[in-house]
């Protein structure tokens, strides 16, 4: 062994015998340590060829690892007596961050061990040499490519999502394939195409643009031509020139709408939890009074020997159970409502449905005295459920007849507008009005009839709003009594 530094701890009076091995060569230089821990040891350790852990150190994983971690070059020689060789073998091979270069011998006084010890320090040197090599940078830095229009078109023509290149100026630059399929046609020339003409609601996107090469910012989620997209914009350098902008379009539409399904359902099971209380108490107290009165009356007539009177009993037991009819109808529609069902979304035409709605309702209307004045020239159409607008017409409508000011003649206007993601139907009427103030919390509640005056089973508005909310709508209503009532029903088309 020729040149070799050893580092030794734990060894005590063994230690002669070991270098007497050892120390055939006048460059093998011997340093006792007692612990690996001061800034000295750290010292020593990393001019050391060999770290040598004796059978007597105390802790000696714990030495290893700092061995291990201070001079990763350094090549690790643990001596153990034969009888603990596997304990303790095994407790430094189990430990963390021991490295790669230890190896262990069983102590022997009469085992040759110089072949362990010159295997090592060749190990160690060839580490030391790999490493100044690195350091010196002997192999040269690769050359990054020049990134220009025509390969980074060529990489970006057929990905998966849109890309575009624009300047500073925002001129667009090129654009591939999935870009033009998103923007058709705007993007067929690129001619004196720029990033307004894309979107023209996004005129501060420049503003806070990545400044240096490879940062990178999302920007938004934007919707066009009934795609969701978010927009990554990140910079880089074209033929050694000026920074320019990468955009990335990423079509998010499905996720969008998984989660709005999602949103959707999750809504939909809160609402009709909360709802299944009141349901349980309507149904035991609107239904009690027929049941009663049935109950009551068939008694009467049973026990009744005048015909004439049993025939009166029994008239008054038929009308009660047909109000108990009315009521099991107009439940089994709001149930109906609430649930999720499979109508299948369409383009409707307002003034069309109204036209169908009204063949029901024209003869009460001219019995009342009324007018209905439409205008959809704001709003000819949308799409949703064509029997939701119906059964929206029909109780609004229907609603206005029944609720009518005696003292003048009815008139309903009906109209529609956009206003943000909305479709605004509003249906306005002269009527005797609601008192908001006593009647709000129970206007829209099933089987509530705010006055005497009408029939019905008090559940045409608990069905519009049940309507309306289930397709992430809303209702308002704006009413003062003698002044008449308006309802806007705010719109939302579906996602399917």
């Not at 004439?308 to 149930?335: C, D, R, Y």
């Amino acid at each position: 062994m020729a040149g070799a530094n050893i580092l030794f701890i734990g060894f005590g009076e063994l230690m002669k015998s070991v270098e007497g091995r050892l120390s055939s060569s006048p460059n093998v230089t011997f340093q006792e340590i007692q612990q690996l821990s001061s800034d000295v040891h750290e010292n020593l350790l990393s001019n050391a060829d060999i770290f040598l852990v004796g059978p007597y150190t105390l802790e000696p994983v714990r030495q290893i690892q700092r061995a291990a971690q201070q001079n990763p070059l350094v090549s690790i020689i643990v001596l153990i007596f034969p009888d603990q060789f596997q304990k303790v073998k095994q407790a430094v091979q189990f430990a963390y961050n021991v490295g790669k270069n230890v190896t262990f011998v069983a102590y022997d006084l009469g085992k040759d061990i110089t072949a362990v010890f010159d295997n090592a320090l060749l190990r160690a040197k060839q580490r030391k040499s790999f490493a100044r090599i690195a350091e010196q940078q002997v192999y040269p830095k690769a050359q990054s490519p020049v990134l220009t229009y025509q390969n980074l078109h060529a990489f970006l023509e057929n990905a998966s999502i849109g890309a575009i290149v624009f300047d500073d100026h925002r001129h667009i630059i090129t654009a591939n394939r999935k870009a033009k399929q998103i923007f058709f046609p705007k993007l067929e020339t690129l001619t004196n195409v720029r990033w307004d003409d894309l979107f023209p609601d996004e005129q501060s996107a420049l503003t806070t643009m990545p400044s240096k090469e490879g940062q990178e910012q999302v920007h938004k989620v934007i919707r066009v031509n009934h795609q969701f997209l978010e927009l990554n914009i990140s910079s880089l350098q074209l033929n050694k020139q000026n920074v320019h902008y990468l955009l990335l379009l990423n079509d998010i539409t499905d996720k969008i709408k998984a989660e709005n399904k999602l949103q959707a359902k999750v809504a939909e099971l809160e609402f009709l939890n909360e709802e299944l209380d009141q349901f349980v108490n309507v149904i035991s107290h609107d239904f009690k009074t027929p049941l009663t009165s049935i109950s009551l009356l068939a008694e009467l007539g049973i026990k009744e020997s005048d015909p004439v009177k049993k025939t009166q009993f029994l008239s008054q037991i038929h009308q009660s159970a047909g109000k108990l009819k009315e009521l099991l109808k107009g439940l089994n529609v709001l149930v109906d409502v609430t649930k999720t069902r499979s109508e299948k979304v369409e383009t409707v035409d307002f003034q069309q449905r109204l036209d169908v709605v009204m063949t029901d309702y024209e003869i009460l209307l001219e019995q009342a005295g009324g007018k209905l004045n439409a205008d959809f020239d704001a709003a000819t159409q949308m799409n949703y459920f064509t029997a939701h607008i119906d059964s929206l017409f029909s109780n609004l409508v229907t609603n206005a007849i029944k609720y009518r000011n005696p003292e003048q003649p009815l008139i309903i206007q009906i109209k529609t507008r956009r206003e943000r993601d909305y479709t605004v139907l509003s249906v306005k009427d002269n009527g005797s009005g609601i008192d908001l103030a006593k009647n709000m919390n129970k206007l829209f509640q099933p089987f509530k009839r705010l006055t005497d005056h009408g029939t019905g089973s008090g559940l045409g508005l608990s069905i519009i709003k049940r309507v309306i909310e289930k397709n992430q709508g809303y209702l308002e209503v704006f009413s003062q009594p003698g002044a008449g009532t308006e309802f806007k029903a705010y719109l939302k088309s579906p996602i399917v």
